[in-house]
C-alpha cells in the first residue's frame, strides 16, 4: 500500500530565512506520480508541482525548489527568502499507476508553516 | 478559465440526515474526485470518475455515493449522517486520458450536529 510521511507538523521561521519541507513516501509500484499542494488559511488546495518517477531531475522555479531523491524514497521543498504570504499548510501526495485509470491520490498529514514578520 | 467550483460553501446538518454536495470541473476536464478532510489532517480519498464511470473508491461505507454527468460535473451524496462526516469535502478535476495532475476547488465544509 502507498504511504505518505510528513515527519514535520509545524515549522516557524522568521521572513527571508530559508526553510525545507520533508516527504518520505513508500509504494511498490516501479512508476508513480508526487505532488506537492500547498493549503492557505482560505482551505483550497493549489497545485505546486509534480514528478514522475522516471524523471528525477530537481527543479527549481522562482523561490521553490523541489529535491526527488529515489534511493531514499524521498521529494523534500525547499522556499528560499521565505514570506509572511508562503504561511499555509504544505501537503505532499502521491499516485501509483494502477493502470486501473485510478489518479488516487494519498496524502501525508502536512506540515503546517508559519512564516513570522 | 474558471476553476473548480463547488456548492454549498457551508452546509450544517443533524446526525441521520441526507446530504448532496456538488462540483463543477474545469471546463475540458473530464475527471472528477472526491476527498474527505477532517481537521488537522490530509484528505482522503472517496471517490473518482472519468467519464461517467467509477474509476476508483477509497475505504469509505456504502452510505457514500457518487455519480457524475453527462457534463462531467458531479455530485457526492452522503445518507445517514454521524458525527464524525463533519468535514470539508473536496472536490478536484483533472484532464483525465493520461494527464492526471488534479486541481482542488474551494470545498464544502459540512458540520453534522
Known amino acids: 500500500a502507498q504511504k505518505v510521511t510528513q515527519a514535520q507538523t509545524e515549522i516557524s521561521v522568521v521572513e527571508k530565512e530559508d526553510v525545507t519541507l520533508d516527504c518520505v513516501y513508500e509504494t511498490r509500484d516501479t512508476t508513480y506520480y508526487l505532488f506537492w499542494y500547498k493549503q492557505p488559511p482560505s482551505g483550497e488546495l493549489v497545485f505546486l508541482i509534480r514528478r514522475n518517477s522516471f524523471d528525477e531531475q530537481n527543479e527549481i522555479s522562482g523561490r521553490y525548489s523541489w529535491n526527488f531523491q529515489k534511493s531514499t524514497s524521498s521529494f523534500n521543498f525547499t522556499i528560499t527568502a521565505s514570506q509572511v504570504v508562503d504561511s499555509a499548510v504544505y501537503f505532499c501526495?502521491?499516485?501509483?499507476?494502477?493502470?486501473?485509470?485510478?489518479?488516487?491520490?494519498?496524502f501525508g498529514k502536512g506540515t503546517k508553516l508559519s512564516v513570522i514578520p | 478559465d474558471a476553476g473548480v467550483t463547488q456548492s454549498p460553501t457551508h452546509l450544517i446538518k443533524t446526525r441521520g440526515q441526507h446530504v448532496t454536495l456538488r462540483c463543477s470541473p474545469i471546463?475540458?476536464?473530464?475527471?472528477v474526485s472526491w476527498y474527505q478532510q477532517v481537521l488537522g489532517q490530509g484528505p482522503q480519498f472517496i471517490f473518482q470518475y472519468y467519464e461517467k464511470e467509477e474509476r476508483g473508491r477509497g475505504n469509505f461505507p456504502d452510505r457514500f455515493s457518487a455519480r457524475q454527468f453527462p457534463n462531467y460535473s458531479s455530485e457526492l451524496n452522503v445518507n445517514a449522517l454521524l458525527l464524525g462526516d463533519s468535514a470539508l469535502y473536496l472536490c478536484a478535476s483533472s484532464p483525465g486520458g493520461g494527464r492526471r495532475t488534479q486541481y482542488f476547488g474551494p470545498g464544502t465544509r459540512l458540520t453534522v450536529l
Open positions: 471546463s475540458g476536464h473530464k475527471s
Open positions: 501526495a502521491l499516485s501509483e499507476d494502477s493502470g486501473a485509470g485510478s489518479y488516487q491520490l494519498t
